[in-house]
């Protein structure tokens, strides 16, 4: 779960744009790894505590990602990433 935004990350940071990225899903991977964190950490548990805490830490990442490239994607309305040769 935590390994497939790594190549949204990607995607973002290759195109300078968050159009792929949606921002309540990013919002509701940190809010859950968050949660889950402390609540491993809380009761000494690292299997559980472990991989939330990296899934905080990419979570973090993503919403960083996000409000930096969105003032970027607003500003360039250009072509879509996929075109259709329909």
């Known amino acids: 779960m935590f390994a497939s935004p790594l190549f949204i990350i990607n995607l973002v940071i290759r195109t300078k744009s968050v159009e792929y990225m949606p921002f309540y899903l990013s919002l509701s991977t940190f809010l859950m790894s968050t949660s889950f964190f402390l ?8 299997f559980i505590y472990a991989p939330n805490g990296v899934g905080t830490i990419l979570g973090i990442l993503q919403l960083a990602l996000y409000f930096h490239y969105k003032t970027k994607s607003v500003e360039e309305s250009g072509e879509p990433l996929v075109v259709s040769q329909a």
């Open 39 to 46: 609540y491993g950490i809380f009761n000494f548990d690292p």
